[in-house]
């Protein structure tokens, strides 16, 4: 992959006090009654404070397998049935528990996972799917309700933050649908600040990079140039207009110094190879790395490779192995960092796969019954929720819809799930609507 | 009693003032409520509508209606909600709206997490419920002035109307200075002639003077040079394209490159250009994009506003409503609009209705937009799935009577029918279909005839391009939640551009003729945006930014249209992808905006010396703080302060003469003084 930051400094926001959670600070500071007295500045210089806030601060990665992915292949294996395709199964790590023959990886750490076959959702067209699927209730027009990666850049992150709060790594523009739901509103009523940053491929983050016709330390003189000019303008003449512009820059400044967070390159070349080859395990390994330096949310898909109508099993072959060593290495490496147990992984697409074939060989949408997977942050390891009956036809135990999954992401990362949207005429809305339980199962 | 105010100002001294306002403002009460006692109609308008609204509106809306309840106008009280009746017309005690306010009522309102009301609000609701009449209360509703669906029957608060023939910009003037007086708001001071000659050039031509042409403004003794400077402006060419360049996106929105350079082919920009050069009547361009049969040949661009929106009546709805109505109707889609209730749903259908018999073709002349004499005769459902037909009704309160056939009758297209016959086979025809009753025909003339919304949404709207906000704010949602900021004023403006015959270059001359225009910056807090009372801070468009750019650095196009190595266009278009907004309800600088400019390669190429440019005759200049005089002339049009010279030269001081140089208009350039016309 082209590498569009490497002639930038090295990274200058690998600091702490930079990824606090605002809110953090405001409860653990009016607890101590210190907050009259200390500066909001000198709050960030206060090594002890930013060292709690960091071990409070919460992460979620979502592994968006787009298109659908099979549960057949992947958490719901149906060996020796007509249904279950020619891959097998193999034991995992839990007794009686079989995982689909392509993953041998997740199955030797199915303790530190949470897998539900039980899904059953209403949607069978892509676009509808993943709309649903990624904002957690059914459209309601002309209001937007903002999608995952929005509500948790506004509940975990901070909008001064230098990382981006919500970020997308997504090489692949194209994917039919996929590439319909990316062109729309992810952040809805929430605002446009709460919208993803799209990198990855071809998608960089436009102007981040410093251009070679100057030197790293003209560019800071002459922003502290503008930034004099601006502010004698902004004080002549109370103009928010110009506060907002020095605001403005001075994300640039915080921004332009995490560019080097989104380098591929810095990356030592043992992890990669580790990954393994293509973007999407890159992708994941760049997400390891940002979740490290502080991102709250990181969302990684790779247009829609998993909607497989045709040649499924040709194509799953080579999909099935590279999400196994994915999700095998981004669960140890986080477990290793310390970072599990703050970090809620989510493997999911917008519904699952047919349990017949067709006549192109291959499997059609099927949110009928299907299958996810979570581990991490507020999610009991080594668990398997629900069940469907031999064939995979139908869910014959526990059922979930998009509302229990939603209603269980918030919890485990803390959030409130059922808090109303107080927002001026808009109607009324709930984080999660209806009330609707979580998966109590999968919940540490 | 209007005529008797004005005296009563002009004879008491400057010290009676504030007395003589205190008569004034009773005099106007009066003249609002001509009963003499209180009654609950009073009470409704003083009271209890501002005390709902603070108190309970935020859950009892007509959005969101907690317990089904909202509070909002009187006939959503007296409809009640879940709990049943809220009020009981001269029962207070037996009234919801009344007893939950009790502390020990349960449920208790508001709850808990609210402030309570006091006991004095409380008791103007009882007192409210009490003079209710029992009978006949929906009947009272209709007379409630909030009720009034228009949105546009104001209380006349100035009581003033200009006489005839009196100057347009005087008239403005007037009725702002009024307001200021009424509200105890001082304006700003005038602007000087070098701010005035900045904001003059941006808002006419949509570009900043040279140097040159600023300096010599400014030393201009003449005492008419500044009206003189805006008809000079309005003449030029340039204007045309500026307006283009605002209407285009107001019109048809931005949609990037692709469809730029459609439009351009299509001759849609020409079409524009040229209506705003003949300076062509407002109502009649609107007319030609409705009826999309341009009749000379360089109006045919013209027919691309419906052509575009390709066959779809719905969208053609929501891009007119604004532009005629001054109102957003796509709420109205699917019911009547909540918040704003006088925007009916059959109104929305109305207009799709007078396109849903449209289709493109293409003739051997080109794209066209046929319409058919039969068929259209649509039905829509609310919410209720109650079905009703789609006729010909609109926002304005105009129909368009039309025969629909019985059920079941099937109607026969017939060559009768049309003035020009759809073609009968295959073959390109040499013009659309034309039907004898045409209904795009028949809702231009509804709508851009006899039509005081289309001059009202006009007039609001080079408001503000001028004033950085509307009268009405935002700009497109003139309903009844969006009341103007001086009524009084909006009115005799639309009816003064309805009276020119939609003359829009006498309009703008007007407005930038006014000392209210003239006016500095409002220092310090400002009053109320609203008031005008001093300029306010414009954002420039991509293209106002783009073309600023290229006149404060001296870079112009070269023999191949390329400019510091970049095709003009794609250069401008850079621009116009990072500041796309015109109008915006709230200036907000952005992460992506503040990123391009700091590191845009293309920037770096512009600042770079080359022949002729900015930077090259900087650095012929000797003195350093020389050097800063110049640049502060040709960017900003104006001396650098002592502070100022002092910063800067001192940065060139500690750079190579170049980079110095480049820096130097890289940060005034990115500085908050040339990114706003102010």
């Known amino acids: 992959m082209r590498d569009p930051f490497s002639n930038l400094p090295d990274p200058a926001c690998g600091g702490v006090d930079h990824t606090l959670h605002r809110r953090k600070f405001l409860q653990g500071m009016v607890g101590t009654g210190a907050l009259s007295l200390i500066s909001w500045g000198g709050l960030f210089s206060l090594p002890a404070f930013a060292e709690q806030a960091k071990r409070e601060q919460k992460h979620c990665i979502l592994l968006w397998l787009c298109g659908a992915p099979s549960q057949f292949e992947t958490w719901d294996p149906k060996p020796g049935r007509p249904t279950g395709g020619p891959f097998g199964s193999i034991p995992t790590k839990l007794p009686g528990i079989h995982f689909g023959g392509l993953l041998p990886k997740c199955a030797s750490i199915a303790d530190k996972l949470a897998v539900v076959r039980s899904m059953k959702t209403s949607q069978n067209e892509h676009l509808q799917a993943i709309d649903l699927l990624t904002r957690g209730a059914p459209p309601r027009p002309p209001f937007i309700r903002p999608a995952l990666g929005s509500v948790l850049a506004h509940q975990l992150g901070h909008l001064d933050s230098p990382i981006p709060n919500f970020i997308l790594l997504d090489p692949c523009p194209e994917g039919n649908e996929f590439k319909e739901f990316k062109a729309g509103n992810w952040a809805g009523w929430l605002g446009a600040q709460y919208g993803p940053v799209r990198v990855g491929g071809e998608y960089k983050i436009e102007n981040v990079q410093r251009t070679a016709d100057i030197s790293a330390e003209d560019h800071q003189s002459r922003n502290a140039l503008r930034r004099f000019l601006t502010k004698k303008f902004e004080n002549d003449r109370h103009s928010a207009a110009a506060s907002s512009q020095n605001a403005a820059f001075e994300r640039v400044k915080g921004l332009m110094s995490c560019a080097p967070l989104f380098d591929l390159e810095k990356l030592p070349a043992k992890d990669r190879e580790r990954y393994g080859p293509g973007a999407f395990a890159q992708h994941a390994l760049q997400a390891r790395h940002l979740v490290e330096n502080g991102a709250p949310f990181v969302m990684v898909a790779n247009g829609m490779p998993w909607d497989s109508h045709v040649f499924h099993n040709e194509i799953y072959q080579l999909l099935v192995p590279e999400l196994d060593r994915v999700i095998f290495n981004l669960i140890t490496d986080l477990e290793t960092r310390g970072l599990l147990d703050r970090t809620l992984v989510i493997a999911m697409g917008e519904f699952g796969r047919t349990p017949w074939i067709n006549h192109a060989r291959g499997r059609d949408h099927y949110p009928n019954a299907w299958s996810l997977m979570m581990a991490g942050c507020g999610i009991k390891r080594g668990v398997v929720v629900g069940a469907t009956d031999e064939d995979g036809m139908e869910v014959v135990e526990k059922p979930f819809n998009e509302k229990n999954l939603f209603a269980t992401i918030f919890t485990a990362l803390g959030i409130d799930p059922y808090a109303e949207y107080d927002l001026p005429e808009l109607p009324t809305f709930y984080r999660v609507e209806e009330k609707a339980e979580p998966i109590r199962e999968v919940l540490a | ?678």
Request: charged share 25%; net charge positive.
């Open chain 2, 1 to 678: 009693m209007e005529r008797m105010h004005m005296p009563l100002i002009d004879l008491f001294g400057h010290r009676a003032r504030r007395s003589c306002y205190l008569i004034l403002a009773v005099l106007l009460a009066r003249l609002a409520f001509p009963q003499n006692a209180p009654t609950s109609d009073t009470l409704w308008n003083s009271h209890i509508e501002p005390l709902l609204k603070e108190h309970c509106a935020e859950c009892h809306n007509p959005a969101k209606s907690k317990s089904g309840l909202d509070l909002s106008s009187f006939q959503s009280i007296l409809r009640g909600g879940e709990r049943g009746a809220a009020v009981i017309p001269g029962r207070p005690n037996e009234s919801n709206l009344y007893k939950f306010l009790s502390s020990d009522s349960d449920p208790h309102m508001p709850p808990a997490k609210r402030a309570p009301l006091g006991e004095e609000e409380a008791g103007l609701i009882k007192k409210w419920i009490q003079d209710l009449p029992e009978a006949n209360a929906a009947g009272i509703a209709s007379n409630h002035s909030s009720t009034n669906s228009s949105g546009k029957v104001t209380i006349p608060r100035l009581g003033w109307k200009p006489r005839r023939n009196m100057p347009a910009s005087s008239a403005v003037d007037h009725f702002l200075e009024l307001a200021w007086k009424l509200d105890k708001i001082k304006p700003a001071r005038r602007a000087d002639d070098g701010a005035f000659v900045r904001r003059a050039y941006l808002d006419i031509i949509g570009r900043i003077p040279t140097a040159k042409q600023a300096g010599s403004f400014v030393k201009d003794r003449a005492k008419d040079k500044r009206t003189r400077l805006i008809d000079a402006l309005l003449a030029s060419d340039e204007y045309a394209t500026h307006m283009r360049e605002i209407f285009d996106p107001v019109l048809m929105s931005r949609r990037g490159p692709e469809w730029e350079d459609k439009r351009a082919n299509q001759r849609w920009f020409a079409f524009l250009d040229d209506a705003f050069r003949r300076n062509r009547p407002w109502n009649e361009v609107i007319r030609e994009l409705i009826v999309a049969r341009p009749v000379r040949p360089e109006d045919r661009g013209a027919l691309w506003y419906l052509y575009e929106r390709q066959n779809s009546a719905q969208a053609v709805a929501e891009a007119l409503a604004p532009v005629i109505f001054g109102v957003q109707v796509k709420c109205a889609q699917c019911h009547d609009h909540m918040v704003a209730r006088e925007i009916k749903q059959a109104h929305y259908w109305g207009m799709v209705a007078a396109f849903n018999r449209s289709k493109n073709v293409e003739t051997t002349n080109g794209p066209g937009v046929a319409e058919s004499a039969v068929g259209g005769f649509a039905s829509f459902a609310n919410l209720k799935k109650e079905s009703q037909p789609a006729l010909l009704t609109f926002f304005n309160g105009r129909k368009v009577d039309e025969a629909w056939p019985a059920a079941g009758e099937k109607e026969t297209d017939s060559a009768e029918r049309y003035i020009v016959p759809p073609p009968k086979g295959k073959e390109k025809p040499q013009q659309p279909a034309v039907p004898k009753f045409s209904r795009r025909e028949a809702f231009a003339e509804a709508v851009t005839r006899d039509n005081p919304l289309l001059a009202r949404a006009m007039v609001n709207r080079i408001w503000a391009m001028l004033f950085g906000r509307g009268i009405v704010h935002p700009v497109d949602l003139m309903d009844s939640k969006h009341p103007p900021s001086q009524p009084e004023l909006l009115d005799w403006l639309a009816h003064d551009f309805e009276g020119s015959g939609y003359d829009v270059k006498r309009l703008l001359r007007a407005l930038c003729n006014t000392k209210a225009y003239q006016l500095a910056p409002g220092c310090g807090k400002p009053a109320s945006p609203g008031s005008f009372a001093g300029a306010i801070d414009k954002p420039l468009s991509g293209e106002q930014l783009f073309r600023s750019l290229l006149v404060a650095t001296g870079n112009q196009p070269d023999a191949e249209g390329k400019i510091a190595g970049q095709d003009e266009k794609q250069a401008r278009r850079a621009f116009v992808a990072q500041f796309p907004d015109l109008f915006p309800i709230e200036y907000n600088a952005t992460l992506y905006q503040a990123m391009f400019l700091a590191n845009s390669s293309w920037l770096e190429q512009v600042l770079a010396p080359r022949a002729g440019n900015l930077s090259e005759r900087l650095l012929t200049v000797r003195e350093e703080s020389d050097r800063v005089r110049e640049a502060f002339a040709n960017v900003f049009g104006r001396e650098p302060d002592p502070e100022e010279l002092q910063e800067c030269a001192g940065y060139l001081a500690g750079h190579s003469p170049e980079a110095g140089v480049k820096h130097l208009l890289w940060a005034m350039l990115s500085s908050a003084e040339f990114q706003l016309n102010h």
